[in-house]
């Protein structure tokens, strides 16, 4: 029977199970400068149909206009009767 070998990412090797050595290399890439830098809320540009409703009186639903859009409401219970299954009496 043949071993397989278990292969690790290239940015980290094991010692043991409970101990990780990470490449150093990455983790130079990341200074605490970037890392606390945070984009301004104003910056940040959402479709507004993408935006929850401003006033949930109707239930407090979270879903965006357009996930609202996109949710099949329509049952068709109109046709229900149409497909009644003849009975064998």
């Known amino acids: 029977m043949m071993e397989s070998k278990q292969i690790y990412p290239y940015a980290y090797c094991t ?29 940040v540009a ?3 149909n993408e935006l929850p409703e401003p006033e949930q009186d109707n239930g407090g639903t979270t879903e965006s206009v357009k996930e609202q859009e996109m949710k099949w409401t329509d049952l068709a219970l109109q046709y229900l009767h149409e497909n009644v299954p003849p009975t064998g009496n």
Do not use: F, H
Not at 18 to 25: A, I
């Open 46 to 48: 959402i479709p507004l």
């Open 15 to 43: 010692k043991m199970d409970s101990e990780v050595q990470r490449d150093g290399r990455i983790l130079d890439l990341i200074d605490d400068a970037w890392r606390e830098d945070k984009l301004p809320y104003e910056d």
